[in-house]
DNA sequence: ACACAATGTCGAATCGATTCGACGAATCGA
DNA sequence: TCGATTCGTCGAATCGATTCGACATTGTGT
């Protein structure tokens, strides 16, 4: 492997000369800088991070939190965390993955090492144990997915609200007057996620601002409770017509169980999701808002990198920065309105 | 942050014990150890990463390149990184993500700069430019799925030949006596993906052995094209009473077309799914065999890190190690037999 | 009592890049 | 022609941990 002193040499000059060469930041004769160029190219020269990293304690690294319940798996973590990776080499950083279960620990271990420059948590949980560890140590982070247990750490996440008062605003503006809110799982409100709550509040809200009838329906981890609350509110009469749902882990479950209700979809029941991605949907024209997840990591990687540096968090009392991303829906996907003239 | 010389002086020893202690690669007297321990223990100690890397040419580090189609994502991806860092974890090692698109250059990169001892390339594809990449530089390599074009790295691979005949044998034991093989998408069987071809010839080996009628049924990337397909063989008659499907990206749409075409599953049609993980089903109770992703994470880890040190590749003529996954049927997921006995 | 081995600890060199101060040569004004 | 600048390059110190050889100190055998 080639090193530094090798280039120097090669091109006859001192070491010193060729960091300066590669980093511009002194000025080097256009003579010296060629020849140092050509012996970088013909050795095939990449500095070593390590080295790099030791004498300027930056390391480049983005280190990313990635929530772990044992067993269980949601695509769309995985897909977070590619997407946030492209952003990071926007900026000159790599991603390297968190996974321990042992969250405390393993932010002690990231922030002590000086492995990374900063961290990127992931849909932080209620009471999170990670966040504190890191604003403890003062290690600089930016959050993806809001949090009133972080207080004083940036934040990025959809605007929640937003997004289901909109699936419902365009519902009822497609004609429909009797629609259901399937909301996020119960256990995930009695959590206090932040999707789960805002969602809600956003329901809330255009139920009130409209003049269509808006049920709210909590959904449910489990497939047969799901079921059940779902058949009951298809029951009612005169029957909904629309379905907007913010829980999709189930979906499949969920239009089986509309299916066995022999009803067609969107042709009897228009299927309106909130805060999708295409996986979500497997080929289906289903109407949905997206869940923006390229703008979403490139926020939360442009405020780790300006993070970088800084000790971590804002004072109390002061905002941290943040970026409330507006939803919208996706392309090419109108809803049906109701076959039937609402009475 | 504390540095090695800062527990030796609250030790009262040299830098060099404490590195003792920490290594215990020299004896060390029982009063030492305990004294350097407290000192580690009060200063909140973690070795510098860059200044071990640099020193001992290991960083402890695997790089794991990501498949890239620009604007595609498969949830399979995110969960096999996550995998793969727990499973590098537990050998000491920490997982960076590489998802650059121009793999060539990240390879070269990651090679060069030493900030990885090991690569693990995830879904080979034919001509790999990123694994020729690897083998010119002789860094160290494993490969997640076979591929012809990476000859003499190690690799590891679900064995979907013996999968699809599985499903196969599974469907024909139950009963069923006309079925039909949804095989992987045309394009990928083009394209000469491992998976696609080995699954193929799984399905072959299954109808030469078995008196059933299998009919093997090419899938499409395309949701009409795929419909098409689809409608047609279940058309045939008499007509098939079992499905067993690789292609699982568009699984939704394959449902609502069975649906669509007045069957139920699994009274009218049993749908058996090769190679998914739960995310693929949502919920719903279809009898399938496993992707091994954890199983196939932790042999790719093993191998890689097994590599590290090496040159990277086996002489050409010589097998490298590798390891063959034998499917298995997910637990709980009986295959229903026909309705009405098969005449 | 004396040579000699075993034990535990230390000092110094090393990994490779960055960066500050210094120094020789070229350029300028008077 | 001489002192003062400016320009381009160099040498050396530095980041923090590892590791080899050396050196006391204690223990063993005769």
């Known amino acids: 492997?080639?090193?530094?002193?090798?280039?120097?040499?090669?091109?006859?000059?001192?070491?010193?000369?060729v960091s300066y060469v590669l980093s511009g930041s002194r000025k080097?004769?256009?003579?010296?800088?060629i020849a140092v160029r050509a012996a970088v190219e013909e050795l095939g020269y990449h500095p070593r991070a390590s080295a790099r990293t030791l004498r300027s304690a930056r390391s480049h690294v983005l280190a990313l939190a990635v929530p772990r319940v044992p067993g269980k798996y949601r695509g769309t973590d995985g897909t977070f965390a590619i997407d946030i990776s492209d952003a990071a080499r926007g900026h000159g950083y790599d991603v390297?993955?968190?996974?321990?279960?042992?969250?405390?620990?393993?932010?002690?271990?990231?922030?002590?090492?000086?492995?990374?420059?900063?961290?990127?948590?992931?849909?932080?949980?209620?009471?999170?144990?990670?966040a504190a560890a890191l604003r403890e140590?003062?290690?600089?982070?930016?959050?993806?997915?809001?949090?009133?247990?972080?207080?004083?750490?940036?934040?990025?996440?959809?605007?929640?609200?937003?997004?289901?008062?909109?699936?419902?605003?365009?519902?009822?503006a497609a004609g429909h007057r009797r629609i259901v809110?399937?909301?996020?799982?119960?256990?995930?409100?009695?959590?206090?996620?932040?999707?789960?709550?805002?969602?809600?509040?956003?329901a809330r809200l255009a139920?009130?601002?409209?003049?269509?009838?808006?049920?709210?329906?909590?959904?449910?981890g489990e497939p047969e409770k799901l079921g059940r609350?779902?058949?009951?509110?298809?029951?009612?009469?005169?029957?909904?017509?629309?379905?907007?749902?913010?829980?999709?882990?189930?979906?499949?479950?969920?239009?089986?169980?509309i299916a066995a209700a022999g009803l067609r979809v969107p042709e009897d029941l228009a299927v309106v999701l909130v805060g999708s991605f295409p996986d979500d949907v497997g080929g289906r024209p289903l109407p949905r808002i997206e869940l923006p997840v390229t703008e979403m990591s490139a926020a939360v990687v442009r405020l780790a990198v300006g993070a970088v540096g800084t000790d971590g968090s804002v004072p109390s009392g002061e905002q941290p920065p943040h970026r409330?991303?507006?939803?919208?829906?996706?392309?090419?996907?109108a809803i049906r309105p109701p076959s039937e003239p609402s009475s």
Chains 1, 2 share one sequence.
């Open 96 to 130: 390297v993955l968190i996974t321990d279960l042992a969250g405390v620990a393993a932010m002690r271990r990231v922030a002590g090492s000086g492995m990374a420059d900063a961290a990127v948590l992931m849909a932080v949980e209620e009471h999170d144990a990670r």
């Open 1 to 17: 492997m080639a090193t530094i002193k090798d280039v120097a040499q090669r091109a006859g000059v001192a070491p010193s000369t």
């Open 229 to 257: 609350a779902l058949r009951e509110a298809l029951a009612a009469r005169p029957a909904p017509t629309a379905l907007v749902v913010q829980h999709l882990i189930l979906l499949p479950h969920l239009l089986d169980e």
């Open 181 to 202: 809110f399937l909301s996020s799982a119960e256990h995930e409100i009695s959590a206090r996620r932040g999707y789960a709550l805002h969602g809600l509040a956003g």
């Open 324 to 333: 409330l991303i507006a939803p919208r829906m996706a392309t090419g996907s």
């Open 28 to 33: 080097i004769s256009e003579d010296t800088r």
């Open 137 to 172: 140590t003062g290690f600089p982070a930016a959050l993806l997915g809001r949090s009133e247990d972080a207080p004083g750490l940036p934040w990025v996440d959809l605007d929640w609200e937003a997004a289901v008062a909109l699936a419902l605003r365009e519902t009822v």
């Open 207 to 220: 139920a009130r601002e409209s003049t269509a009838d808006i049920r709210i329906v909590p959904s449910s």
